[in-house]
């Protein structure tokens, strides 16, 4: 296998102290390239000084390869593989940015962007450049629903008829769980999405706004539907996520119960994840991320290697962003939206923009007087 020097875009504040404004994603991408053998971590970029020299020195980081503009870094390294790990509003600067130089490939956060003309501009981009694009959706490779997805395809339940999820939200979370749904219906394209939500206490996630309550529906292609009920209403579900089938079900982090369970046939049988959950295995320690994050990076190098599509790909990311974009847009216009989808902004965004939705301000930003 090749040798790869790798760059890290955002590095993020102190990992040890994460916020909804910063995650320091950057450390845990930077810890999973640090595990693999094949791997150099050669320059790091943080607009914020302190956090790029404070990321350098954990990673044993020249000083003169600690960059405040991704451009400059480019151009003094010019890495084979870069990861970028900040906020979705600015993905697609940086993303194109580095396709447009020397770079083999480039390991972006999650969610893909901000809108959904900017998410089609940077897969379209890359695609064009021939510099692979994945999405760190790293959940793909937990045991949990890795097992999920075997028993499925052993038939354990039957055909797959309907996904049910009750974990996290729609956007931030949602770039995970929707994409999960995704993958376990074959990573086909939706036909329509119906949603509504509300959002009456104001919630940013990295920049962006995040409703407090959603329910949506959408269809596959192959028939296959998948509904969603967070905040208030993800009891619903009693489980993170939910497979129903012609002859049974498959449960992933039941409420109160196992984390991977198999109901069929009037009985009911826990599956042994070697105590994996929905986010770790249980064996990292003291370390920024999970084990998960190195499974994706070694999945990514591997099909940069052997010149495969990933899992993780930019094209199968435009799924789940034309899901998420699309139930925004299916509360905007109250009713069902056909796909593919014909808008090019975030529906969410441009309703709290217009006044068509009025969250109260987070209690943080009300000061001492209330407001």
Same mark, same amino acid.
């Given at each position: 296998?090749?040798?790869?020097?790798?760059?890290?875009?955002?590095?993020?504040?102190?990992?040890?102290?994460?916020?909804?404004?910063?995650?320091?994603?950057?450390?845990?991408? @930077?810890?999973?390239?640090?595990?693999?053998?094949?791997?150099?971590?050669?320059?790091?970029?943080?607009?914020?000084?302190?956090?790029?020299?404070?990321?350098?020195?954990?990673?044993?980081?020249?000083?003169?390869?600690?960059?405040?503009?991704?451009?400059?870094?480019?151009?003094?390294?010019?890495?084979?593989?870069?990861?970028?790990?900040?906020?979705?509003?600015?993905?697609?600067?940086?993303?194109?940015?580095?396709?447009?130089?020397?770079?083999?490939?480039?390991?972006?956060?999650?969610?893909?962007?901000?809108?959904?003309?900017?998410?089609?501009?940077?897969?379209?981009?890359?695609?064009?450049?021939?510099?692979?694009?994945?999405?760190?959706?790293?959940?793909?490779?937990?045991?949990?629903?890795?097992?999920?997805?075997?028993?499925?395809?052993?038939?354990?339940?039957?055909?797959?008829?309907?996904?049910?999820?009750?974990?996290?939200?729609?956007?931030?979370?949602?770039?995970?769980?929707?994409?999960? @749904?995704?993958?376990?219906?074959?990573?086909?394209?939706?036909?329509?999405?119906?949603?509504?939500?509300?959002?009456?206490?104001?919630?940013?996630?990295?920049?962006?706004?995040?409703?407090?309550?959603?329910?949506?529906?959408?269809?596959?292609?192959?028939?296959?539907? @998948?509904?969603?009920?967070?905040?208030?209403?993800?009891?619903?579900?009693?489980? @993170?996520?939910?497979?129903?089938?012609?002859?049974?079900?498959?449960?992933?982090?039941?409420?109160?119960?196992?984390?991977?369970?198999?109901?069929?046939?009037?009985?009911?049988?826990?599956?042994?994840?070697?105590?994996?959950?929905?986010?770790?295995?249980?064996?990292?320690?003291?370390?920024?991320?999970?084990?998960?994050?190195?499974?994706?990076?070694?999945?990514?190098?591997?099909?940069?290697?052997?010149?495969?599509?990933?899992?993780?790909?930019?094209?199968?990311?435009?799924?789940?962003?034309?899901?998420?974009?699309?139930?925004?847009?299916?509360?905007?216009?109250?009713?069902?939206?056909?796909?593919?989808?014909?808008?090019?902004?975030?529906?969410?965004?441009?309703?709290?923009?217009?006044?068509?939705?009025?969250?109260?301000?987070?209690a943080d930003e009300i000061g001492e007087g209330g407001a």
């Amino acid at each position: 296998m090749s040798m790869y020097d790798v760059a890290i875009v955002g590095t993020g504040p102190d990992p040890s102290n994460p916020t909804l404004d910063g995650f320091a994603m950057g450390y845990r991408h @930077a810890e999973a390239y640090r595990n693999h053998d094949d791997c150099r971590l050669v320059a790091c970029a943080d607009i914020v000084p302190e956090n790029g020299a404070a990321f350098a020195d954990e990673f044993e980081i020249a000083a003169e390869y600690v960059f405040e503009d991704y451009r400059e870094l480019l151009a003094a390294v010019e890495p084979d593989v870069v990861s970028v790990a900040v906020p979705p509003a600015i993905h697609e600067e940086i993303v194109v940015g580095c396709a447009r130089s020397v770079v083999d490939a480039i390991h972006c956060e999650k969610p893909l962007a901000h809108t959904w003309a900017s998410a089609q501009r940077t897969v379209q981009t890359c695609w064009r450049a021939d510099v692979q694009l994945t999405f760190n959706r790293q959940r793909r490779f937990g045991r949990p629903f890795v097992d999920a997805k075997q028993l499925l395809e052993d038939g354990a339940i039957g055909d797959l008829e309907r996904i049910e999820i009750g974990w996290g939200d729609f956007y931030d979370t949602g770039a995970h769980t929707v994409d999960l @749904a995704g993958m376990f219906a074959g990573d086909r394209s939706a036909k329509w999405v119906i949603a509504q939500l509300d959002y009456r206490e104001e919630d940013r996630r990295f920049g962006s706004h995040q409703e407090n309550q959603m329910w949506a529906q959408w269809r596959y292609d192959d028939g296959v539907h @998948a509904v969603l009920s967070t905040g208030a209403g993800k009891e619903l579900v009693g489980a @993170a996520i939910l497979l129903r089938g012609t002859d049974g079900e498959i449960r992933i982090a039941v409420d109160d119960g196992p984390m991977l369970e198999v109901r069929s046939g009037g009985s009911t049988e826990r599956i042994d994840v070697g105590g994996e959950t929905m986010h770790r295995t249980g064996n990292e320690g003291d370390r920024f991320g999970s084990e998960f994050h190195d499974r994706a990076v070694e999945h990514v190098l591997d099909c940069l290697e052997e010149g495969t599509e990933p899992e993780l790909s930019g094209r199968i990311g435009l799924n789940t962003a034309e899901i998420l974009f699309g139930g925004y847009e299916s509360v905007r216009r109250r009713g069902r939206v056909d796909l593919p989808l014909e808008i090019d902004d975030n529906p969410l965004e441009a309703m709290v923009a217009s006044g068509d939705l009025s969250p109260e301000p987070a209690a943080d930003e009300i000061g001492e007087g209330g407001a």
